[in-house]
C-alpha cells in the first residue's frame, strides 16, 4: 500500500527552542509529557504547562505509570528523575538512561552497565550490574507486578525482582548483536526485540517458539504493536512491513506498506485500534488504517525531521514531535 505524494503543512500547538526528544501521554489522556534534546522539558494539560526541573543534556527516555499518578524521566547523563503526585526525587544512576518502564508502583531503569529496580517512593530495590553493556531496553511482561525482560548485548535475559533467590537474570534468547528495542504484545503473549545489526525477533513466551523476521538496512530501534496484538510493525528504512502475528507463529511475509521519501524515523500504534503513525526524516507524518487492508491517510507536513509521535489513549489525537522543536497535534 502507498501514500499519496502531497500534504499540508501541520501549524504547531507548541514551539520550543531545542529539538523535541520524547512525547508521552499519560494513560487518562489529560497530560502530555513533552522532551527535549536541550534543557527544557514539561507537561502540558488544559491549565497550561508546567516546567521540570532542568537537564543538561536533554530528555533520553520518558515514562508514566499505568495511573497517571508518576512520571519517570531520563537523561543521557544518568539523571533521574521522578514526579508523583505525592512529590518528587532524584538518583544519579551513573549512565545514560536509555530505557524506562512501570509495573505497578516499580520502576525499571536501563542505564550504562546495569538495570535498577526502584520502588514508587524511590527506595532501591534490585540493581543488576550487566556487562558488557550498554543496556538499552528493559520491558515488563505482565502490567503487574512480575518477570522484567532486558534486553542486553547478546540477547534477552529475564529476572524477577522480589526473588532474592535469584542472583544474576536468566537468559531467554541469545541476539547476535545489542538489543535497542523490546516490546510485549498488549495481550502479552509474545515479545518483539530489535537490535543493532538490524534483525528482528518475535518470542511467544509460553511456549518458547520465536519467529526472525530477517533483516534490515539498519539497527531496528523503531517496532510496535497493534493494539487487537493481531499485527508488528517494524521500522528501519524507508518502508514499514508489517507482519501479521497468531497464537504461536508469524506470517512468513508482510504486507508493506510504501509512501516515504526518507527513512522513517518515529513509529507508534493507537491503543484501540489497527492505526499505525509513522513519521519520517523530511518531516512527513502517515496514518495507516487497516479494515479490509491497511489505508494511508494524507500526509501531513512538519517543518522538520520527526522526532516523535504519541497516540493519546483515546485514539482522538496524535501528537507530533520534530527537530526543531515543533509540537502538532493530528487528528486522524
Sequence with gaps: MTAAAEGTCNVPKLQLDEAISRLSWSGDGSRLYIGSRGHQHMIADLDGIRFLPSFERGVSAAAWNSDSSALAVGSPDGHLLVDTDAGRWHVDEGGWIHDLCWSGDLLAVASGESVAVHARDGGLVRRYPLQPGPVMAVTWISGTVGDLVIGTVGGLRIFDPRDAS?????????????????????????????????????????????CDLGGFPTGVRLLSWTAPATHLAVAGGLDLPVWEVGANDVAPTPVVLSGHTADITALSTATHDDMIATGDADGTVVVWTRTDIWR?????????????????????????????????????
Design 296 to 332: 494511508p491517510s494524507s500526509p501531513l507536513v512538519c517543518r522538520a525531521t520527526v522526532a516523535d509521535i504519541a497516540w493519546r489513549p483515546d485514539g482522538e489525537v496524535v501528537a507530533v514531535g520534530d527537530d526543531e522543536g515543533n509540537v502538532y497535534f493530528s487528528h486522524p
Design 166 to 210: 535469584l542472583r544474576d537474570p536468566v537468559s531467554v534468547s541469545a541476539s547476535p548483536g545489542a538489543v535497542l528495542a523490546l516490546r510485549v504484545s498488549p495481550d502479552g503473549r509474545a515479545l518483539a526485540c530489535g537490535d543493532l545489526i538490524g534483525d528482528a525477533r518475535v518470542l511467544f513466551l509460553e511456549s518458547d517458539h520465536e
